[in-house]
């Protein structure tokens, strides 16, 4: 289960992701926001951090304008590795090398067509096996 989340500023490129995920099979579950009105992105970035950290989805995604408040604000969360991509290679790095289970983007920086492609990337790539990976990882918990 996926557990997907946007503001207003997000909330354009949230339908598209939604869409996408639907015709590649994948549950997910909208903590909001569900139009287009203002509203605050620590709230919903909560509500998805939560529902990863807590173990009720296994990854989530966050879109706002830049990305960068959604990203600052999931990483509050114990637990969390948020990660802001705008680029296929950092999703897939970020998955490999950080076990990154939220993916933040930003609708104003990525176009539609990229930003599926960055979501494929996320969700496609699994955590490297690698006793290194897993060390720093286990580290970044450790803060
Ligand atoms: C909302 O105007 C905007 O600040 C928000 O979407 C996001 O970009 C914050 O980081």
């Given at each position: ?29 909208d ?14 970035a909560?509500?998805v ?7 009720h989805?296994e ?8 990305g960068i ?5 999931a ?13 296929c ?32 990337a996320?969700l ?17 918990e450790?803060?």
């Amino acid at each position: 289960m996926i557990a997907i989340g946007s503001d207003h500023g997000g909330y354009e490129l949230k339908q598209e992701v939604m869409k996408h995920l639907e015709a590649r099979g994948f549950e997910f579950k909208d903590y909001g926001c569900y139009d287009r009105k203002s509203c605050d992105y620590p709230e919903i970035a909560h509500m998805v951090a939560h529902a990863v950290a807590d173990g009720h989805c296994e990854r989530g995604i966050l879109i706002c304008g830049t990305g960068i408040g959604m990203s600052m604000a999931a990483n509050k969360v114990p637990g969390i590795r948020a990660a802001l991509c705008g680029d296929c290679f950092s999703a897939r790095m970020t998955r490999e090398h950080n076990d990154a289970n939220i993916l933040c983007m930003g609708e104003r920086v990525v176009g539609p067509g990229l930003a599926l492609m960055i979501v494929d990337a996320f969700l496609d790539t699994e955590h490297s096996e690698d006793e290194r990976h897993h060390r720093r990882v286990s580290k970044i918990e450790q803060i």
